[in-house]
Nanobody, 115 residues
Framework: QVQLVESGGGLVQPGGSLRLSCAAS????????MSWYRQAPGKERELAAR???????NYADSAKGRFTISRDNAKDAVFLQMNNLNSDDTAVYYC?????????WGQGTQVTVSS
């Protein structure tokens, strides 16, 4: 059974940091492209960051220089380090796994940036 379980969300003040984690199981994690998407209230889900099976990374323009995605294939986990957060980063963050036609989603973790 495939599972993607996100953790690490919460309430943080502007300028603060959070580290999201996604624990994967039920598939060959090392073969999959792993991504973090986010969905703000009233907006469409959008890509925040992506990491390939070989470790190449891509970021949304809004995330460049502030977010870092990484993966640990030995632990079947992907992470998103988010620094210098602002109110525009408030969203539900979803972990995503993709390999060919196989696509899996986690349930999401809420990140709220507010003073």
């Amino acid at each position: 059974q495939v599972q993607l379980v996100e953790s690490g969300g919460g309430l943080v003040q502007p300028g603060g940091s959070l580290r999201l984690s996604c624990a994967a199981s039920g598939f060959t994690f090392s073969s999959y492209v792993m991504s973090w998407y986010r969905q703000a209230p009233g907006k469409e889900r959008e890509l925040a960051a992506r990491i390939s099976s070989s470790g190449n990374t891509n970021y949304a323009d809004s995330a460049k220089g502030r977010f870092t995605i990484s993966r640990d294939n030995a632990k079947d986990a992907v992470f998103l380090q988010m620094n210098n957060l602002n109110s525009d980063d408030t969203a539900v963050y979803y972990c995503n796994a993709k390999w060919n036609s196989a696509v899996y989603w986690g349930q999401g973790t809420q990140v709220t940036v507010s003073s």
